[in-house]
């Protein structure tokens, strides 16, 4: 027996051989609705970066300096994460020509960012980039601008090791010339290409401090393959780790009262 849905083409109609058989009435608007949430979750994704309140209050906080002339450069916060672009002033060169060593302007830009770069390495990992102009080098130390480019970014890599940062939060890498802002055509331009740019990424952490224990303070970190340490417990085994057997321990025995003889098998 063939079920009839109102609204629908009977199986019997000749049009069916031909177009076949065609979707029941609600199935557009079923799909219409797919479509819109999916393009509300690929929006909710673009905008996770810009919704990060770390970011936002690092974000504020550089623009403040940039305004204030602090530092020259600029920051711009997208899906991926955080870019904040440090940019040579006309008196502020942050490496000496073809050298990766960092000169004491840079210095003082590094001490004026890290405390805000600080902030976000605790949930955050940094990318820091390293560009150069086009024009070629070729010396013992470094045989193009791309050896140039991550010596430079190790050099700040390690400038932020000596401020307390993290190893694990941090990594370098080179660019060489052939991610230029503008056409290196003029030396103003190309003061604009040698930069240094720290990358954000928008991959937040946990909270490393972890819940709280009995008394209140965090719990010390938990070993491998095993479950925190709660003080005044025992730390658990390891998986896989033999059961001990029990202690046998002995029934306690009642002293035999005064003039009476002990009993047997006592000692």
């Known amino acids: 027996m063939r079920l009839k849905v109102k609204g629908m083409i009977s ?3 000749p049009r069916v051989s031909q177009v076949g058989h065609p979707g029941p009435p609600w199935s557009i608007a079923y799909g219409d609705l797919m479509t819109e949430l999916v393009c509300f979750f690929v929006i909710l994704y673009a905008l996770s970066a810009a919704l990060n309140k770390d970011m936002q209050k690092a974000q504020q906080d550089i623009q403040e300096m940039i305004k204030e002339g602090k530092m020259a450069g600029q920051v711009q916060i997208d899906k991926e994460g955080m870019r904040i672009t440090l940019e040579e002033q006309s008196q502020v060169a942050f490496f000496e ?3 990766s ?4 302007q840079m210095r003082a830009q590094m001490d004026k960012l890290s405390p805000v770069l600080l902030k976000l390495a605790e949930k955050h990992d940094i990318v820091v980039e390293g560009h150069t102009d086009n024009i070629p080098i070729a010396t013992k130390q470094f045989a193009s601008n791309w050896e ?4 430079r970014a190790t050099s700040v890599v390690k400038s932020m090791l000596g401020n307390k940062f993290s190893p694990k939060r941090l990594a ?3 660019y060489g010339e052939y991610h230029p802002v503008v056409p290196n055509d003029s030396e103003p331009n190309r003061k604009k290409n040698r930069r240094v740019v720290f990358f954000i990424k928008n991959n937040p952490y946990p909270d ?3 819940p709280p224990g009995p008394d209140g303070k965090p719990l010390p970190a938990a070993p491998e393959g095993g479950a925190p340490a709660v003080p005044g417990q025992a ?3 390891p998986e896989g780790a033999p ?3 029990a202690a046998e321990v002995p029934a306690p025995q009642t002293p035999a009262p005064a003039g009476e003889a002990p009993a047997e098998g006592w000692e």
Do not use: M
């Open 11 to 13: 199986e019997d109609d």
């Open 97 to 99: 020509s073809g050298k």
């Open 101 to 104: 060593d960092l000169t004491d």
């Open 148 to 151: 140039l480019s991550t010596a």
């Open 172 to 174: 370098a890498v080179g």
């Open 208 to 210: 490393p401090t972890g």
């Open 235 to 237: 730390p658990a085994a």
């Open 243 to 245: 059961e001990l057997p």
